[in-house]
T-cell receptor, first 114, second 117 residues
Framework: ETGVTQSPTHLIKTRGQQVTLRCSSQ?????VSWYQQALGQGPQFIFQ???????GRGNFPPRFSGLQFPNYSSELNVNALELDDSALYLC?????????????FGEGSRLTVL | AQSVTQPDIHITVSEGASLELRCNYS??????LFWYVQSPGQGLQLLLK??????LVQGIKGFEAEFKRSQSSFNLRKPSVHWSDAAEYFC???????????????FGQGTILTVHP
C-alpha cells in the first residue's frame, strides 16, 4: 500500500508567477485535503476534494484553486504568487470507509516565493 | 468557529521525565480531536484520535490523551520521554462532514518539544 506522495518537494518562484503542486492519494482513498503551513505555524485548511468536486474551503482567496482527477490524485494551483504564499503545502488523503476518514499526510511541498 | 489553543510554544524535558502537552479547543458540536507529530522537514503523523466513547485514548509511541469536555481540553501525555520524541506536536479539532471524511481540521500553533539527555 503506497502512502501519500507529493511533488515537487521543494521549489522557488518569484512574485506574480503561478505554481502547480501535485498529490497522489493513498490507495483506495477518494478524498484529498490541502493545507498550508507557514513557518512556525500550524497547518491551515485550504480546501478539500471529494469525487472530483470541491467539498469545503477555508479562508483562502480564489487564486488558490484545485483539481481532483478520476484516479483521486489532486493538484493545487496558486496564481499571482505573493511573498506570504511561501510555506509548506501539505496534502492529506482519506476515505470515509476507513477509520472514520482519518487523514494521511504527505511530506509536503515547500514553496519559496522571492 | 472552531479553534485550538496550545498554550506552550516550547517545552523542554529531560529524557525519562514525564510529559504533558496542553490543548484547549472551541467547537460548537461534538468534536473529533487529534494529536499529530511533525519532525523537521516531514509531514504530519497521527499519534492518536478521539471520536467518542472512552475519554482516555491510547496512541502510538506510548502516548495517551484525555478528553475533558467540561474543560474543553485534550491534553497529551507520556510517562517517560525518549530522545526520539523531540519534534513538534500539533493538536487539531474537526467534525463529521456529513457522510464524507472529517472535512476541515483546525490545528493549533504547535508545541516544540526538546529532550535533554
Amino acid at each position: 500500500e503506497t502512502g501519500v506522495t507529493q511533488s515537487p518537494t521543494h521549489l522557488i518562484k518569484t512574485r506574480g508567477q503561478q505554481v502547480t503542486l501535485r498529490c497522489s492519494s493513498q490507495s483506495g482513498h477518494n478524498t484529498v485535503s490541502w493545507y498550508q503551513q507557514a513557518l512556525g505555524q500550524g497547518p491551515q485548511f485550504i480546501f478539500q476534494y471529494y469525487r472530483e468536486e470541491e467539498n469545503g474551503r477555508g479562508n483562502f482567496p480564489p487564486r488558490f484553486s484545485g483539481l481532483q482527477f478520476p484516479n483521486y490524485s489532486s493538484e493545487l494551483n496558486v496564481n499571482a504568487l505573493e511573498l506570504d504564499d511561501s510555506a509548506l503545502y501539505l496534502c492529506a488523503s482519506s476515505s470515509p470507509r476507513e477509520g472514520n476518514g482519518e487523514l494521511f499526510f504527505g511530506e509536503g511541498s515547500r514553496l519559496t516565493v522571492l | 468557529a472552531q479553534s485550538v489553543t496550545q498554550p506552550d510554544i516550547h517545552i523542554t524535558v529531560s529524557e525519562g521525565a514525564s510529559l504533558e502537552l496542553r490543548c484547549n479547543y472551541s467547537y460548537g458540536a461534538t468534536p473529533y480531536l487529534f494529536w499529530y507529530v511533525q519532525s523537521p522537514g516531514q509531514g504530519l503523523q497521527l499519534l492518536l484520535k478521539y471520536f467518542s466513547g472512552d475519554t482516555l485514548v491510547q496512541g502510538i509511541k506510548g502516548f495517551e490523551a484525555e478528553f475533558k469536555r467540561s474543560q474543553s481540553s485534550f491534553n497529551l501525555r507520556k510517562p517517560s520521554v525518549h530522545w526520539s520524541d523531540a519534534a513538534e506536536y500539533f493538536c487539531a479539532v474537526g467534525g463529521n462532514a456529513g457522510g464524507t471524511s472529517y472535512g476541515k481540521l483546525t490545528f493549533g500553533q504547535g508545541t516544540i518539544l526538546t529532550v535533554h539527555p
